[in-house]
């Protein structure tokens, strides 16, 4: 029995004792960044190791390290060769020939040729799917080709049944990677599930699903061996463990960190983060309904919009104010586009309605909760700035499922908070689905909007295009459809030692890292 | 015994039928009645109104849902759990493979638990009416008031940021393989290996996230025991054993803990239903790869045949345990085995 203090501390010692034999040594000691092999702490898993499945803009950058896509972006989003080195429209934009590069294999050391290339973006989208089987996102995005034309091996011609103006643009966007046909059918799907193998800078050398990426250095990769030879990713979801992950060094670099702890962690000795604005885009989904039916109030809502005090509120001034969706800098942007923070014009537009601050109109304002960073917190400050112009906004939190089922429905509230990826910067991927009355992503359904964006959908001519979607934009925001707000923010906390290449599309890519 | 234990289960067995058909009817039509769009969720960029249609339709979404219940617990029946809208896979292998490793996790939060509450109570009791059983009597109640997750990111904090013993994240060390497939279970798969670096890593990993499991465990155990000790220290025969004089610690052991250790059995029972709850929060902040985590990302992408099959598994798990606990009620209660 314990009777004495002593036969207490004996009994702790002991306990001690067992627990410390238990725990060897090395996990005493901070994991250090070994030259050449890293670990990152990044915040999802890829749904399935077939990427031509599924098309989720956060997960683009984990593909890319094992598959290649046929083009690429520069960190500035210029646009660059990659398995393909040329790429010519037809005059009538009905057929797109293309130039393979000869020196790439896959990782199994077999040859890339134009055969891999129709099979990616013909065959396999064309396939028949078993029953309760669903389709590859592939053949939603390609459904235009009718027939990919093999030349040479490294030769193809892409035949449309439309004019397809951004076939260039899906080349390097979502889930258009380039996959081993002979391989594929070889094995099987579920064959390259268990060993999937592309062309990309790593092979996949160790896979646990929702915990575990462990990445090999290509050595034949056609775009040189990459410096880091081994990436360990860590499927750390909870940002709190993501912050622990690189505090604590088990982790050389931290993706998608809080805001507020990246710049704390950024001061840290033997730190570094790089904070800063992607092509994603936060924005206001509109409807022409309710208290919003009039336009005066839906532009009274965006003048009293402080987006300057939204951006250094939630995102320490590293983000950029919007008006319009689209990032800005991207081709469909307005430059000559400033909107505008105005109370005065806010509370005039709305006392032309007979309303203020003292005879508010009421109206539902949507938000989701946590699917990105602060949108909660940025609809109640919206709705905040609302009421001194007369905007009585009761927030509403809405599942991100809701909202499609809502969307569809034509059911969403006068505004919703949501947010849109496009690492491309194309503006058809912002414009063109989020203001086409006709697309299934548009909330607001403008008549005059959609005359304007249909041409625009099949014309060739890239500056028409682009200006095009630029007076689009333009007249949206100017006739109260549409609500920008801010750009997203990308931050990577990582050890000093390790040169991290950021992308403006928010792209992480180890192979572009140096250690 | 055999018959008495085997009586036992097949009853369980039949209660469960039941059980389980209300649990599954429950949450197909909770799931149902909310007002969202899975199949809107799953298209890409590209889709047209009719491609939401006809996706509903292959997706059965615009049956009623009496049928579409019976159609789902029809390809129940014929082992069919369908395909997972978000990972595009067979729902029975994303189960597959993330079961064992929840069940490890919960088995290691029992041991853990169990362990250090028993050892605790029987520190509590032999300390009983002093200072130090006050404290250790109040530091209880005080784990018991913080949260599973909570504990989860202050343990991170503590043992993993702040002293940096033990990893929060993964379940190996970098660049160790995961041993070749036999059970599902990482850490019986290593032994069976003969893997014994991947097994020690295994068991670093697991100590935080079977600690933040635990903690919650602990306590209860811990005041359960020390007043089942109490009762048990009052009764002829710990007073004929002192009589006998054997010592204190041969008595607390060989005599008390033997018939005072019933009522924690069955409180470690109910509380084993509750640590499949807390996998979920743990799961996600720890990366654990288990049915937390699969369902977390199910919940976040209305992945319906996903969330139908974890809920039914989770109530098969609880049930499974149940009977569990009453066959070893019932091994070490011998009055029971008449009754």
Known sequence: ?515 | MALVILRLLGWRLLVAIPTVLAVSLLVFIVLRLIPTDPAAMSLPPGATAEDLDRLRTEMGLDLPIASQYLIWLGDLATGQFGTSIFFRRPVADLVAAALPNTLELVISGLVLGVSFGMALGMVLFALRGGMAAQMLDLAGSAIMAIPEFLWGLLLIIVLGVSIPLLPFFGRLDPGLATPDRITGSLMLDAVLTGNIQVLGSALRHMALPAMALAMGLVPLVMRVLRASLLDVAQEDYIRMARLRGLSESRILLRHALRNAVLPTVSLIGVQAGFMFGGTLLIEVIFGYPGLGNLMVDAVRNQDLPVIQTVALVYCVLVLALNAAVEVLYLTINPRLRST
């Open chain 1, 1 to 515: 029995m314990i009777k004495t203090r002593r036969d207490v501390l004996k009994l702790g010692g002991g306990t001690a004792a067992l627990l410390g034999l238990g725990l060897p040594a090395q996990v005493l000691a901070q994991a250090a960044a070994n030259s050449g092999q890293i670990t990152v702490a990044y915040p999802t898993d890829v749904p399935t190791w077939d990427p031509n499945a599924r098309s989720l803009a956060p997960v683009q950058s984990l593909y890319k390290c094992v598959f290649d896509q046929p083009l690429t972006q520069a960190p500035d989003l210029t646009l660059q060769p990659a398995l393909v080195t040329d790429w010519v429209f037809s005059e009538d934009g009905l057929a797109l020939d293309v130039t393979l590069r000869d020196d790439v294999s896959f990782h199994d050391g077999s040859k890339m040729t134009s055969e891999d290339f129709r099979y990616t973006f013909f065959e396999r989208p064309r396939q028949e799917v078993p029953e309760g089987q669903r389709r590859l996102d592939t053949s939603f995005l390609w459904r235009k080709v009718q027939e990919i034309e093999i030349g040479s091996p490294t030769q193809a011609r892409m035949v449309f049944s439309e004019a397809m103006p951004t076939a260039v643009t899906w080349m390097h966007f979502l889930c258009s990677f380039m996959v081993p046909k002979a391989y594929m059918e070889d094995v099987g799907i579920a064959g390259f599930l268990e060993a999937p193998i592309g062309t990309g800078p790593y092979k996949l050398v160790n896979y646990e699903t929702s915990s575990r990426l462990e990445l090999e250095a290509f050595a034949d990769y056609w775009g040189g061996t990459p410096t880091i030879s081994r990436v360990t990713m860590d499927i750390v979801r909870d940002p709190t463990a993501r912050v622990a992950a690189i505090e604590s060094r088990r982790a050389d670099a931290a993706i998608d960190v809080p805001i507020r702890e990246a710049s704390r962690l950024g001061n840290a000795p033997g730190l570094t983060a790089s904070i800063g604005p992607v092509t994603d885009i936060t924005l206001l989904q509109l409807t022409n309904s309710g208290g919003f039916s009039d336009a005066r109030v839906r532009l009274a809502a965006h003048r009293a919009i402080d987006k300057s005090a939204l951006n250094q509120a939630f995102f320490l001034g590293n983000a950029v104010a919007i008006d319009a969706p689209a990032a800005r800098g991207t081709p469909g942007y307005p430059d000559d586009l400033e909107f505008g923070f105005d109370t005065d014009i806010a509370l005039a537009l709305m006392a032309e309605m007979g309303h203020g601050p003292d005879n508010p109109i009421e109206i539902t304002f949507a938000t989701t909760n946590g699917v990105f960073p602060n949108d909660f917190e940025m609809a109640r400050a919206i709705a905040g700035m609302w009421a001194e112009v007369g905007i009585n906004a009761s927030v509403e939190p809405i599942e991100a499922s809701t909202y499609q089922e809502r969307l569809r429905a034509g059911t969403l509230p006068e505004a919703t908070m949501y947010q849109w990826g496009n690492t491309t910067g194309d503006p058809e991927l912002y414009a063109g689905y989020l203001l086409d009355p006709n697309s299934i992503f548009s909330a607001f359904k403008s008549d005059k909007l959609g005359e304007m964006i249909t041409p625009l959908l099949v014309e060739m001519d890239t500056d028409a295009r682009f200006a095009g979607y630029r007076a689009v934009n333009k007249e949206a925001v100017e006739a109260g459809d549409a609500i920008g707000i801010l750009q997203g923010v990308k931050t990577v906390v990582h050890v000093t030692d390790l040169n991290v290449q950021s992308y403006e599309n928010g792209w992480i890519l180890p192979h572009t890292w140096s250690a």
